[in-house]
């Protein structure tokens, strides 16, 4: 039995907006904390990492750790449809096997979903990444705005970093960009570690900053050539953390 | 000889771009009441019932009944064009042969279109439908909302009724939505009959709910398998009128 | 060595947009007096004669004149990225054939563009055109209201004049729209000259009437069957002109 009730539409649709942009179907996975979802893309480039916390939800019922695999993109066509000012109801029907969104305001609403039969070995692992080298706070913006500048000249972006600064440079067709930040800089909240180096695709790295409507700061952890690591937080309601694996660089 | 003269340009261009969505020409009929279309799409599933009322003209000048065939889609891209403020004069040229449209502001502005060579036998007959079962008055937006929500999941809707309660419902590749409104509801102006039962296709539905800029609630007849009236209405100004066939469901 | 900086990133956004629009690469001067860029379209119809005044830069250091041809399309793409409140820095990189685009605000943003070997032979003559016989200043808005109007009905314009009045007409398959403005009606601030007569193709009006966010008001100068002239002007700006080649009408 899982049922559980939520105001915060805005979360939800957020998040699963972005995840969508990135993953179309994966396996929840709802527990008493909370509902999660770990999930790669079909190319295993990227790695969404999703904890929706059970302190958000107005009630949350539920009597054994239980997994449901859903269509992402499926559940956020239904989301969308929720207004600000509704509550949300989500709840499994083991009977009919399906997801149930309730949307109630001074109608209700009832929008069903299938539960899907995916294979618990498609949860990756999202493991002990310890070869981080570099981390940083950043205003989402200041990312964003660097990302959104690269692709006017490539597809991939090299970022540099060590524990004073970080560089953010793209090369194409002969034009190019470069941005660096400096620790202490305005946006830029915490700056640490020691030499970094990694390329990375751009189409994955702009559908991550959608997560930017999540929360106005982002942490990036960089190694060298490893991959990145980006944590999308508001405390005691929502994680979005995202693994990106580097390209690597063709001499 | 026909001449009017109206200065409600959204009235006019709202309800030429909801018609134009369905139907792409129509025999006009010119009377002393106002101007009238009768016209059903090519397959014969949506009708539009469609009256400009003489009193909603600053002046009105005709001496004898006219018909006159126009492309509508090309009416809607001139009046588009129309300014809010822009006095509009509409007249027919009997030597050309053209329907014209002035539009003046500041400036004078002359356009001119084909006047068409339609057979009368393409206006549809309205009929007395006296099988209607049941009758609601709505909010648009309530309408509009359930027909968004089962877009989602389908591109049919079943719509339901008794006496006091009206629900729409849709079914798609296992995903599923419901809604219910009951009498006395929020946005349920009227409810009145008894049972009702029928399909219908989701795209004519959301093209004829185009209309919800004429009018802020929606009068809604349904039968037993049979067709919808939608009828969206501004006392003394317009009627724009809708009939949907149903969809008959296969076993 | 070039080296200017100018704050007001619009009127370069704006200016490069429009151009881009018509033409894709060109050669642009590097003067004591700014930056000038004279080229037609590959079907030499439309020529652009553009001056972005010295007086607009903040700062403005030139050793010798220079050409430096570029990708219009691709340096609108990274002045699109500018925000206003940055400050833009252009300059040469003669070691390594760069344009370089610098955007300081918080952070620093370095674009570089490659600087493309096109032929001086590619900068077509201004010439003095003295055949023009009518000359009238008007506000931008009407000229682009009359453009759009035509856009409904067909794709090139018949623009008559003579000293008192100026008509803008247009004839597709059988609709048609015919504006006229008298001199001293509003929005119409000179009108002098004799008889002229030409018509023009609606697809390049419509991309340099995009000058609009330049200028409030252009002067127009017309012929019989000959070259338009548009000039968008804002005094010790920036001037963007136009002359496009009339159509010849078949008989």
Chains 1, 2, 3 share one sequence.
């Not at 179309?24 to 916390?53: H, R």
């Not at 149930?100 to 299938?114: A, G, H, Q, W, Y």
Request: hydrophobic share 40%.
């Amino acid at each position: 039995m899982f049922k559980a009730e939520i105001e915060e539409v805005g979360l939800l649709k957020d998040s699963m907006k972005t995840i969508s942009d990135l993953i179309s179907e994966g396996l929840f996975q709802l527990t008493e904390d909370g509902i999660q979802l770990v999930a790669a893309d079909p190319a295993m480039v990227g790695l969404v990492d999703f904890t929706l916390k059970e302190e958000v939800f107005e009630t949350y019922e539920i009597n054994e750790e239980t997994k449901v695999g859903l269509n992402i993109e499926n559940l956020y066509s239904i989301l969308r449809r929720a207004n600000s000012g509704d509550t949300i109801t989500l709840s499994v029907d083991e009977d009919t096997s399906k997801f149930k969104i309730e949307m109630v305001n001074n109608s209700t609403r009832d929008f069903s979903l299938p539960i899907l039969n995916l294979s618990e070995d498609d949860i990756p692992s999202v493991g002990d990444l310890d070869q981080f080298t570099f981390n940083t706070d950043l205003d989402t913006s200041v990312l964003e705005g660097a990302i959104k500048d690269a692709m006017v000249v490539s597809d991939a972006v090299t970022i540099t970093a060590d524990g004073d600064s970080l560089n953010i440079s793209a090369e194409g067709d002969q034009s190019g960009v470069d941005f660096t930040v400096e620790s202490g800089a305005e946006g830029v909240h915490e700056m640490s570690g020691s030499d970094a180096k990694s390329m990375f695709s751009l189409d994955y790295l702009s559908k991550m900053i959608g997560a930017k409507k999540l929360a106005d700061t982002v942490t990036v952890k960089l190694g060298q050539d490893f991959p990145m690591r980006m944590e999308f937080t508001q405390p005691d309601q929502v994680d979005l953390n995202f693994v990106l694996a580097p390209r690597i660089e063709e001499d």
